[in-house]
């Protein structure tokens, strides 16, 4: 996701920036091929001690602004939820390098941009495209 830093003094530290991302998204699928679905996370908030409500608020913020980008490009939305496409990795319960392994696994050119073990997210992101062109093609 493209983030600009919002300065020392911000509560929420990054935000996504919505014009890049639409960039980025006109970029890999161009108009030309059609208005790919989108597969989003169905998110949601939760209590708990470990569950800060300045990150449950970035969350949502984060969700709403890619939202907002692909329905303004037109492409059509399908929300997920968690259990169901880590299901289908046998990631449920799982650590976070499981899901490193596993997106490296089917994407070994990929490899390289989740190397590291905070790249967790976004080897759940290419795990959840992953699921949604093989449920919802």
Known sequence: MPVPGAGPKALV???IDGR???????KHCPSSEGKPTAVLEKVNTMGG?????????????SLGAIESVLECLGYPLQYVAPQSWKRSFNLLGREKTDSLDA???LYPAAAG???RQKDHNRAEAVLLAHWGRGELA
Request: aromatic share 0%; proline share 0%; glycine share 4%.
């Open 13 to 15: 530290k990054r935000k």
């Open 113 to 115: 941009d989740l190397s």
């Open 49 to 61: 001690a470990n569950n800060a409500v300045q990150t449950q608020g970035s969350l949502m913020r």
């Open 103 to 105: 997106a490296r696994r």
């Open 20 to 26: 890049a991302l639409c960039q980025l998204l006109l």
